[in-house]
């Protein structure tokens, strides 16, 4: 079945730190993957997202690669800011098929 | 990418009562999802709402404790029923944008059972 492992939270790191947040995963066929993020008090909003092999996803100084070999589809941000304390959760879908979340990881980012 | 607005966002209700939550969408979507987001955890699939037809539910889920309506492309229910303590939760409604296989959010309905 599809399913979606990331590293546990909470994770606390000093500004302009770097972040990696573990991904990885179990799909039968071929998924798209994404990260979604949800800042306090709001719904998730959609970060970034790979549909294949290889493929990188980015968007606000956020990476992700989606690795076959590995499947994996580890979260980075060279630089963090206060302003990227939220929760990010990683996901995966299959043609036809729902969406499977992680569990979330928890981010807080101290001036 | 849909805007969806959600209400309430935040409610607190007595045990034994019933709580119904409503999702609104400013564009014309064939399926609507409602999700359950329990403290601490992820995202859990209750339902898919198609209109016009019955809401499809998970494995757990049953329509007595969440009827689910959806009268058009652009609006829909959640009732959950017969509170508990337990259902105490986030309720997010979202739907898929056209063509691009990614769910879009509502900014959730938090709710607390007493």
């Known amino acids: 079945g599809n399913s979606v492992t990331q590293m546990e939270g909470p994770v606390t790191l000093s500004e302009e730190a770097f972040l990696t947040i573990n991904c990885t995963y179990t799909a039968t066929g071929y998924p798209s993957l994404f990260w979604y993020v949800q800042y306090p008090g709001e719904g998730l909003q959609l970060l970034l997202k790979?549909?294949?092999?290889?493929d990188k996803g980015s968007n606000k100084g956020f990476e992700a690669t989606y690795r076959k070999e590995t499947t994996s589809f580890h979260l980075e941000k060279g630089s963090v800011q206060v302003s990227d304390s939220a929760v990010y959760f990683c996901?995966?879908?299959?043609?036809?098929?729902?969406?499977?979340f992680g569990t979330g990881t928890s981010l807080t980012v101290i001036p | 990418s849909a805007v969806i607005s959600q209400k309430p966002s935040r409610d607190i209700c007595q045990r034994g009562t019933s709580l119904t939550i409503q999702c609104q969408v400013d564009?014309?979507?064939?399926?609507m999802f409602w999700y359950r987001q329990q403290p601490g955890q992820s995202l859990t699939l209750i339902a898919t709402a198609n209109q016009g037809s019955e809401a499809t539910y998970e494995s757990g889920f049953v329509i007595d404790k969440f009827p689910i309506s959806r009268p058009n492309l652009t609006f829909s229910t959640l009732t959950v029923s017969n509170l508990s303590p337990e259902d105490s939760s986030i309720y997010l409604c979202s739907v898929t944008d056209s063509g691009a296989n990614v769910l879009t959010f509502g900014a959730g309905s938090r709710l607390t059972v007493l």
């Open positions: 564009s014309q979507v064939t399926m």
């Open positions: 996901a995966l879908t299959t043609p036809g098929n729902q969406f499977y």
């Open positions: 790979a549909t294949k092999a290889d």
